[in-house]
């Protein structure tokens, strides 16, 4: 069971432009949903993160946006640069659950920003 | 400041031969974890530590055997590789356990081929 879907599996954008890749989760007991960035031969890095009290968190260039209801949520690349370009993957967990240890990970969207 | 730190980063086994993946962390993070990246499948948990002696299987733990006998290491080991098993592995660690994962702090992973 695939409890969180990702998609677009890639993406193709031209720099200045806008990059969104979707979330949807079926858990309604998921209450912290991060986003990471991968590059070539490295381990992910945590670059974005909401909880579902807000409908949307912003960091720069990076936007999250949330909603409980259809359990999605999403992130928004504003100004898309060649430097962006990298594998990011949405995940959910349960953060105050207690003894809920497992991070679930989305399959990954390969962001190509051409310049 | 080390973070999460893996060896080796790469390896090449024949199929029945065993071996270990370090991981080594400097943070005095709690959680410790262990995931398999494979093209299209995203990251999945193999196993996961909330502390020193305490272990607990993740999505995919079969073939893989985990302990934890200090904060700062939890090494993975493959007892019998298969090719299914070909992959790049990622120790990732996190600061908090008693109330679920948080960031996820991530080694550069360890690239494994077997043949």
């Known amino acids: 069971q695939q409890q969180v879907k990702q998609s677009p599996q890639s993406l193709i954008v031209q720099k200045g432009g806008i990059s969104i890749i979707n979330c949807a989760y079926e858990?309604?007991?998921?209450?912290?949903f991060p986003w990471y960035q991968q590059f070539p031969g490295k381990g992910p890095a945590l670059l974005i993160a909401?909880?579902?009290?807000?409908s949307e968190k912003k960091e720069g260039r990076f936007t999250i946006s949330f909603n409980k209801s259809a359990k999605q949520f999403s992130l928004h690349i504003m100004d898309s640069q060649p430097g962006d370009s990298a594998t990011y993957f949405c995940?959910?967990?349960?953060?105050?659950?207690?003894?809920?240890?497992?991070?679930?990970f989305g399959k990954g969207t390969l962001l190509t920003v051409n310049p | 400041n080390a973070g999460v730190t893996q060896t080796p980063k790469f390896q090449v086994l024949k199929t029945g031969q065993s071996m270990t993946l370090q991981c080594a962390q400097d943070?005095?993070?709690?959680?410790m974890s262990w995931y398999r990246q494979d093209p299209g499948m995203g990251l999945r948990l193999i196993h996961y530590?909330?502390?020193?002696?305490?272990?607990d299987q993740g999505e995919v733990p079969n073939g893989y055997n985990v302990s934890r006998s200090t904060t700062e290491d939890f090494p993975l080991r493959l007892l019998s590789a298969a090719p299914s098993q070909t992959s790049v592995y990622f120790c990732?660690?996190?600061?908090?356990?008693?109330?679920?994962?948080?960031?996820?702090?991530f080694g550069e992973g360890s690239r494994l081929t077997v043949l």
């Open positions: 990732a660690s996190s600061y908090g356990a008693v109330l679920g994962v948080g960031e996820l702090f």
């Open positions: 858990n309604t007991a998921f209450d912290y």
């Open positions: 909401i909880r579902p009290d807000v």
């Open positions: 995940a959910a967990s349960i953060l105050s659950g207690g003894s809920n240890y497992k991070l679930t």
């Open positions: 943070m005095n993070h709690e959680y």
């Open positions: 530590s909330v502390g020193a002696g305490i272990t």
